[in-house]
């Protein structure tokens, strides 16, 4: 059984453990001795992300192994967060983040393991990631040595939704980085010898298909750098875009629609451009007939609840361990208004997220 009162105090304790992005020292050395003191051996690597493993029980050593993963860092750069509990709902005070996101995760994962060696429970062999850097941009699993990970199937807790939830698709991402270069001028007395790189980015961006492409395609320009003075035509502008979609095809049909929008606004006043493209990660899509998932859907059933399979319109580490061959669903441990001081969690969410995994773990 899952111990309520034990998950609910090992969250509190995680939240309260600094952790930005970057700056997961302390919570990677609560976690490796958390870990151990529940008879996993531990390793960490030069990035900092936590590799741990336990053999399986005797009935269940023959069994494949299972890859159990969260993230330990929390966005943004909130530290000194104190959570509050009332009517059953954990937020912060209201002036950072909660940090469920992922620290829901980690203590599911954690209570798991620890009511599994309670209950003696047979389990196959299990291994346990805990990453860093995932906040910025999956950096920790990107970094992870995928070779020294024996299972084919994993678990990723980091999803929000109703309990029962089961993230099977996700998108691939490509961002495009834009140096619109123009001609400075004096503003008052000579304008016409001036381009005007912001107005070239302005025509840019209005060109751009943005926003919701369709239900699997998204865009958007979230960074706009230039100009130094009112009195001054400005010569340079950066732009930060991304573009995201579970179809690889739209995504490079995407990507292209930017692209033309800048060098044809470019080419009408005589500028340049000079354009970056980079994939950040490749999307995901996995079947019905998916040993994983077929097992997740069998254990929310066993909850008496309803099997939401469902696609994602963001990326998680999951992305990289199925790009990794590591067939991936990603949980959710009811986490909501995740990067926000009003994010929150209803305890009873995450207990039921724990029992759904101990489900799963133990089928």
Do not use: W
Request: proline share 4%; glycine share 10%; hydrophobic share 40%.
């Amino acid at each position: 059984m899952i111990d309520k009162n034990r998950l609910v105090n090992t969250f509190l304790e995680l939240v309260r453990i600094d952790s930005p992005s970057g700056h997961e020292e302390a919570i990677g050395r609560d976690l490796a001795d958390r870990l151990r003191a529940l008879g996993l051996t531990v390793t960490q690597d030069a990035m900092g992300n936590l590799v741990a493993r336990r053999d399986g029980t005797e009935a269940g050593r023959d069994g494949a192994p299972l890859l159990l993963s969260a993230h330990m860092d929390t966005v943004g750069t909130d530290v000194g967060i104190q959570p509050v509990v009332e009517d059953g709902i954990i937020r912060s005070d209201g002036t950072t983040i909660l940090g469920a996101d992922d620290k829901s995760g980690v203590a599911v994962i954690l209570e798991v393991l620890q009511g599994l060696r309670e209950e003696g429970m047979a389990h196959p062999p299990l291994e346990v990631v805990f990453t860093v850097s995932e906040e910025q941009g999956l950096l920790g699993a990107k970094a992870l040595d995928l070779g020294q990970i024996r299972a084919r199937q994993g678990i990723v807790l980091d999803s929000g939704g109703p309990c029962g939830t089961v993230i099977v698709s996700a998108p691939y991402q490509d961002k495009l980085f834009a140096t619109v270069h123009g001609r400075a001028a004096h503003a008052g007395s000579e304008p016409e010898r001036g381009i005007n790189a912001i107005r070239i980015a302005a025509e840019a961006i209005s060109a751009m298909p943005l926003g919701r492409i369709d239900e699997e395609t998204t865009a958007n320009v979230g960074v706009i750098r230039g100009g130094v003075a009112t009195n001054i035509v400005p010569d340079k502008v950066e732009l930060h875009c991304e573009a995201r979609s579970r179809q690889e095809s739209k995504l490079i049909a995407q990507m292209h629609a930017m692209r033309r929008a800048l060098e044809e606004a470019t080419a009408r006043y005589k500028a340049t451009v000079d354009l970056q493209q980079e994939r950040s990660y490749d999307g995901f899509t996995l079947s019905t007939d998916t040993p994983i998932v077929r097992r997740a859907v069998a254990a929310v059933k066993a909850l008496n609840l309803k099997p939401l399979l469902l696609p994602s319109g963001g990326g998680s580490d999951a992305n990289i361990l199925n790009a990794g061959g590591i067939a991936t669903i990603n949980l959710s441990t009811g986490m909501a208004e995740v990067h926000t001081v009003n994010e929150c969690i209803a305890i009873e969410d995450m207990v039921q997220s724990a029992e759904l995994l101990r489900r799963i773990v133990a089928h």
